[in-house]
């Protein structure tokens, strides 16, 4: 009851209400914009949430996260170029609605379907939490080194389209994640004598450095003269109702690419974009009729649109819970509660419950907020598309500039932001995801104490070996690390059994 009061006392604070709104906007604007991702949005953000209350920065945060992963579709339905990576599969049918001249329909079905689809990953948010959190209470040094090794081997899995080079930047992270004074012993490692280095790389710089200047590098590289413009249009009477009815004649539809984005945002590295193939995939599977799909078909939008904010929900399942994050956005949120004080993590729910369940009813009640603004804003927001690069690529730059600066008043912050920011660009040119190596940087530390722990207790007990192998939980998680590395072996070999079966499919009837 008193937690109940607490969370009610914030959310009806004006100035939180006033700041979830503006996160929301500003997250659909930026997400909006092709090239700028929900990761980019929060990175840049998040150092001028240092001042604010912790309540008031988590719900700035995430109505940005949630503004920016549904502000994606606007340019996908529209310009048939995906705002943020998650509304790829958007434009399957989106932008044919736009071609048919029924662009408000697709962007009211987007609205409607992303506003029930946050809900619901909004509770599935404020129900697992929880019980995993309640498992994790279980955890000791040795399964907090394995659930960041899991972290790890997820990410470097999912995040890349090359299983080495998503380990590879991992390394790079973990290894990054060592400059400064050791957790366990102090010692002084890899500052070569400059003792600004001593206090290691500051995670926000490193966050906005990987995520933001890479952005800004290649979309100063690809800007193009003959962008397509967003021309404007009416919205017809009625639209909103019709779309209502359709959606809820489809109730199994919207549940299903609910639960997919959920499941698949629990999973660390999936994001987004693999949330919302999946839901269409499984749609377009499911239908009777399959084909109006890529020619303008509703249920490929709700589809895609339900999945994917629903994925923002289960991303921060296992961030709050064990904190290992779901998705790159999620990582910076990390950084958010680094910076105001908070570990999170299994005993998150008995230091902060009054905070973190504040920051998930006003997770819940941003959805609301972003269906409202979608419905009737979307078609405005539309029109931020037509900014110039010249414009949009300096503002951007100032602005994580100023930030990184921000943080600790310290210039040698700006070095490390442009000089990483260099190194970041590179390593995407060469393939590299930047999410391992953030990971890295993140659980880092995590493995790091985690191990240097369970050596300690091995000593005076028995061998490290015996501890692993004679605790359950170390065990699963083991065994969970050696399916991850495996599974990308596992689908090219399912992959290619089916384009085989498919191949003698094909023989024998051409023989017949």
Do not use: H
């Not at 590289?221 to 249009?233: D, G, H, I, L």
């Not at 660009?425 to 391992?436: D, K, M």
């Not at 953030?438 to 207790?457: H, N, R, T, Y």
């Amino acid at each position: 009851m008193e937690v109940f009061q607490e969370v009610l006392s914030s959310l009806t604070q004006p100035f939180n209400l006033i700041y979830m709104i503006f996160g929301v906007a500003a997250g659909m604007i930026v997400g909006a914009l092709p090239g700028l991702t929900a990761t980019m949005a929060i990175a840049v953000m998040l150092p001028f949430t240092f001042s604010m209350p912790p309540d008031t920065a988590l719900i700035t945060l995430g109505g940005i996260y949630i503004g920016a992963i549904f502000g994606g579709c606007i340019a996908a339905i529209l310009i048939n170029t995906p705002g943020t990576p998650s509304s790829i599969a958007t434009t399957f049918d989106g932008y044919p609605m736009t071609q048919q001249g029924k662009p408000d329909q697709a962007l009211v079905t987007a609205a409607v379907s992303s506003g029930i689809g946050g809900v619901i990953g909004g509770l599935a948010l404020l129900f697992l939490t929880p019980m995993l959190a309640a498992l994790a209470l279980q955890f000791g040094p040795p399964e907090f080194f394995w659930i960041a090794l899991l972290g790890l081997t997820m990410v470097a899995t999912l995040s890349s389209g090359s299983l080495l080079k998503g380990l590879i930047g991992g390394s790079i992270g973990l290894l990054l994640s060592t400059v400064g004074l050791a957790p366990i012993g102090g010692d002084s490692r890899f500052t070569f004598g400059f003792s600004q280095l001593q206090a290691g790389f500051e995670l926000i710089v490193m966050l906005i450095a990987f995520f933001c200047i890479p952005q800004v590098i290649r979309m100063i590289k690809n800007q193009s003269n003959t962008k397509e413009q967003v021309k404007p249009f009416q919205s017809q009477k009625g639209v909103i109702g019709y779309v209502f009815k359709q959606i809820f004649m489809r109730p199994f539809l919207i549940l299903r690419s609910a639960v997919i984005g959920i499941i698949v945002g629990i999973i660390p590295g999936a994001g987004g974009n693999v949330a919302s193939l999946l839901s269409y995939d499984a749609t377009v599977r499911m239908s009777k009729d399959q084909s109006t799909f890529g020619k303008g078909d509703v249920r490929g939008v709700s589809a895609s649109e339900g999945a994917n904010n629903a994925e923002v929900g289960g991303s921060l399942v296992p961030l709050l819970a064990l904190g290992i994050p779901g998705a790159p956005p999620a990582a910076v949120i990390i950084g958010a509660l680094l910076m105001q004080g908070i570990q999170p993590g299994p005993n998150l729910f008995e230091e902060n419950a009054n905070l973190i369940y504040t920051f998930i009813t006003a997770f819940i009640l941003a959805n609301v907020v972003m269906l409202i603004l979608a419905l009737f804003g979307s078609k405005y927001i539309g029109r931020v598309i037509n900014i110039p690069t010249y414009y949009l690529a300096p503002a951007i730059v100032f602005l994580t500039i100023i930030g990184s600066y921000a943080i600790r008043n310290n210039f040698t912050d700006v070095v490390t932001l442009i000089i990483i920011g260099l190194i970041g660009y590179v390593l995407s040119e060469r393939g590299f995801a930047p999410a391992p190596i953030v990971l890295g940087l993140i659980l880092g530390p995590i493995a790091e104490e985690g191990l240097a722990q369970s050596i300690l207790i091995s000593e005076g007990f028995f061998s490290l070996l015996g501890l692993f192998f004679t605790r359950p939980i170390t065990l699963v998680l083991m065994l969970f690390c050696i399916l991850s590395l495996l599974s990308p072996y596992i689908g090219k070999l399912l992959k290619s059994q089916k384009a085989k079966e498919e191949q003698e499919k094909e023989e024998a009837e051409e023989s017949l």
